[in-house]
């Protein structure tokens, strides 16, 4: 009878510890990240280790802003359809000079230059883009699909 009982605990400790990790890693779909002029849902599943050799055309660049405005949400380089990588990030900061006005979000759903945006405020001098990550944000690498905003 004991070892009932110790089999019918176990059992039950493995499924609340289950429920409740599937519960900490569901799936945000309020706006999380911009993507081709749009904003995204996510979860956010693993980091990555840094590619090795010729992958880095696996990840698609993710631009996390330093001095952007208020409301101001991380940049992808790409969403889902043609030339997105299911999700696999490349961390990239990106700071506004100080000169250049950024007391608006720039690159928001009614911006559909997205990526392309970006490089044009660069080309402009008005932007400057490193790859890694700022201090507190996101892994350099690191896994995270695209979900539709609901």
């Known amino acids: 009878m004991l070892r009932k009982i110790t089999l019918i605990m176990f059992v039950l400790a493995l499924s609340l510890t289950v429920a409740v990790s599937a519960f900490a890693d569901a799936p945000d779909f309020s706006p999380h990240i911009y993507a081709d002029g749009e904003a995204w849902g996510t979860k956010v599943t693993t980091i990555l280790p840094p590619p090795q050799g010729n992958n880095l055309q696996s990840f698609d660049k993710f631009f996390v802003f330093t001095n952007g405005a208020e409301g101001q949400l991380p940049v992808g ?10 999700g696999r990030w490349w961390t990239w900061t990106a700071t506004w000079e100080d000169d250049v006005p950024h007391d608006i979000p720039v690159l928001t759903s009614y911006d559909s230059g997205g990526f392309y945006s970006i490089m044009f405020h660069v080309d402009l001098g008005h932007l400057t883009i490193m790859p890694g990550s700022p201090e507190g944000g996101p892994p350099p690498y690191f896994q995270c699909p695209l979900l539709p905003v609901k």
């Open 77 to 86: 380089e790409a969403a889902p359809g043609r030339g997105y990588n299911g």
